[in-house]
């Protein structure tokens, strides 16, 4: 069995919010973490977690790449 890749939030402003969604047929939020500037998340997608909702500015390393997210000002 293959892990799944790991990802890097970032945080680039106090307060970005991390939220996991489960997987299934009803896509709920599962958990959440607040993370100030300068902060580093290192997270994987498992079989309870299908996506991730990133909320502030924040850089997201992956292995396609860098994606910036948005401030929530």
């Known amino acids: 069995m ?4 790991y990802i890097i939030i970032e ?3 106090d ?3 991390v939220i996991g ?13 607040k993370l100030d500037a ?3 998340m290192i997270a994987q997608f498992t079989e309870h977690t299908s996506a ?6 924040a850089q997201i390393h ?4 860098i994606i910036q997210s948005g401030s929530k000002k």
């Open 62 to 65: 992956s292995s396609h790449g």
């Open 21 to 33: 969604l489960t997987r299934g047929t009803d896509t709920k939020f599962h958990h959440s973490e």
């Open 52 to 57: 991730m909702k990133i909320r502030g500015k």
């Open 38 to 40: 300068g902060e580093v």
């Open 2 to 5: 293959t892990q799944p890749d």
């Open 15 to 17: 307060g970005v919010h």
């Open 11 to 13: 945080a680039e402003e």
